[in-house]
T-cell receptor, first 112, second 114 residues
Framework: AQRVTQPEKLLSVFKGAPVELKCNYS??????LFWYVQYSRQRLQLLLR??SRESIKGFTADLNKGETSFHLKKPFAQEEDSAMYYC??????????????FGQGTILTVHP | EAGVTQSPTHLIKTRGQQATLRCSPI?????VYWYQQALGLGLQFLLW???????NRGNFPPRFSGRQFPNYSSELNVNALELEDSALYLC?????????????FGPGTRLTVT
């Protein structure tokens, strides 16, 4: 069974500081990894996915299959980055594809 | 483009009753997913429907059931409600069976069981 772990429930940084939200996963096959974000009073939305290999709002994430990690990074945090961040995994193929397995989430607070 | 809509926004039920939650996907989307976000448990996958068929089911008891209608909207039914069913229920939709399709989430229905 697949599992996603986000070790930090809360993460606080100051504006302009680098930020890294950690995500580790366990899955024996080839997963698809995502980061979702939920801003205050807004719905859950996709931030980025590893297959796109793009930077969204200054955030990047690299899939490290050796360490089974997909950490989210931003070199200079902004106050508007304050939100709940979820790491999620989706199996590629098989009978369980489509289903997203989420981590517990990390609340990021960026102080002015 | 209208997003995923869910109704009602809030639902208060008594233990033992039944709850029905509704979801309308984005126009053109044929897949609907249901997730439960309970306090302290994070987001957990409940059900996935596509083209009217149940495609996958999470680790939930049979009293959690649902269906998808010909217009691709969906209902989630929870029978014999228990206190621990209190949670935010999120619906998501996507373009279909393709594994590369992004899931778009609705605002959720907050179910409170007293």
């Amino acid at each position: 069974a697949q599992r996603v772990t986000q070790p930090e429930k809360l993460l606080s940084v100051f504006k302009g500081a680098p930020v890294e939200l950690k995500c580790n996963y366990s899955y024996s096959g080839s997963p698809e990894l995502f980061w979702y974000v939920q801003y205050s009073r807004q719905r859950l939305q996709l931030l980025l996915r590893h297959i796109s290999r793009e930077s969204i709002k200054g955030f990047t994430a690299d899939l490290n299959k050796g360490e089974t990690s997909f950490h989210l990074k931003k070199p200079f945090a902004q106050e508007e980055d304050s939100a709940m961040y979820y790491c999620a995994l989706r199996k590629a193929g098989g009978t369980s594809y489509g289903k997203l397995t989420f981590g517990q989430g990390t609340i990021l607070t960026v102080h002015p | 483009e209208a997003g995923v809509t869910q109704s009602p926004t809030h639902l208060i039920k008594t233990r033992g009753q039944q709850a029905t939650l509704r979801c309308s996907p984005i126009s053109g989307h044929t897949s609907v997913y249901w997730y439960q976000q309970a306090l302290g448990l994070g987001l957990q996958f409940l059900l996935w429907y596509d083209e009217g068929e149940e495609r996958n089911r999470g680790n939930f008891p049979p009293r959690f059931s649902g269906r998808q209608f010909p217009n691709y909207s969906s209902e989630l039914n929870v029978n014999a409600l228990e206190l621990e069913d209190s949670a935010l229920y999120l619906c998501a939709s996507s373009l279909g069976l393709g594994q590369n399709y992004e899931q778009y989430f609705g605002p959720g229905t907050r179910l409170t069981v007293t």
